[in-house]
């Protein structure tokens, strides 16, 4: 028998290996000098946030952010690469809300609070982003990024772990699939989220004949109605950016709490303009009762009010706001008779 040899197959086979040799060398970036394995850098959390009752869902409440001047290089050489900067261990399912700006913003291990990471130091781009280079060049990541995180729903009070969340990277894709840098967050950020206790105010304005009152627009003296909030939170602060660069941590101004007040009605309002309600039924006639703010002015119902409180960072510090109250002759006609009304004061907690 004779053996014929099909030397086709053997060109074939060679044209196939010299086409792949060419594509992995024409693709393939390398680590440079100056970065001849990934850089690592850290983000730092720190400190405490008081994130109040009544922050809007989608309110950032505090801010990390790394500068450094650190550069990732890598070599490329003319061909087709794609960098990117995506996230290395999943951040998991994003939550209901989305920012505008940052996109998904994912949930933390505190409820209520979600976080987004992003980078330029500059309102986005939101991870993940890639970037087509043609090579021919080095390559530079540019490394700073922010951590920025929302009030995303009801706010249970907790400690954030940065070591909980995600880490980002900057790579080269294609065949090289090389690594340039590693961003993580370290620390931990406290959030404070209560409400101080307010009980009822009960407030007599007085015994008086009615002689006392001239005509419509006539009043009795004021009396403070004095509204006690106590066993309150400590106040942090509703938002802080702080700054981690190459010499450290520089720790942000925060943005004060506040505390403001609506008082609403829960009976007609005679007098607008002048802050004066009904009485009850079955009492005095052609009187009602006038409230005014912590100036002495009256108050506008349903207005929001800011009294001049300093919120200290004290857990369990008490305060008071001071309204004031007095009758009001609404009518020519008056008669005698008990003299009650109440009003609803409402606390907004920033």
Known sequence: MTYHAHPWRCLMAALCLAGASASAKAASCTYTPETPRPIIREVQLGGSITVGRDRQVGDEIYRATLNTVAQ??????????????????????PSSYTHPRYGAVYPTSVPGIGYAIWYGGQNG???????????????????????????????????????????IEGRMMGDSNIQA???????????????????????????????????????????????????????????RRDLTNDSGVNIGVPTLNTIDYRVDPTSTVLVPAAGVVALTSGGATGIGVQLKNT????????????????????????????????????????????????????????
């Not at 290089?73 to 690469?81: S, T």
């Open 295 to 350: 100036n002495k002015s009256p108050v506008t119902f349903g207005n929001q009010y800011r009294p001049n409180l300093t919120l200290t960072q004290v857990d369990g510090a008490n305060y008071r706001i001071s309204l004031w109250a007095n009758y009001y002759q609404v009518s020519a006609t008056t008669t005698p008779g008990k003299a009650n009304a109440t009003v609803t004061m409402t606390l907004i907690y920033q």
């Open 181 to 239: 840098f590693v961003g993580r967050i370290i620390g931990s950020l406290n959030i404070v989220a209560r409400t101080c206790t307010t009980p009822d105010v009960n407030v007599k304005l007085g015994d008086f004949r009615l002689d006392v009152l001239k005509g419509v627009g006539s009043t009795t003296p004021e009396v403070e109605v004095p509204i006690d909030l106590k066993n309150c939170p400590a106040f942090f602060g509703q938002y």
């Open 72 to 93: 990732a290089r890598l070599n490329c050489p003319l061909g087709a690469h794609k960098a990117v900067r995506q996230y290395v261990t999943s951040p998991g399912t």
């Open 125 to 167: 781009p939101q991870l993940p982003q890639s970037v087509d280079y043609p090579g021919g060049a080095d390559y530079l990541f540019n490394i700073a990024y922010d951590v920025s995180f929302f009030k995303i729903g009801n706010v249970t009070p907790g400690v954030i772990n940065g070591a909980q969340l995600a880490s």
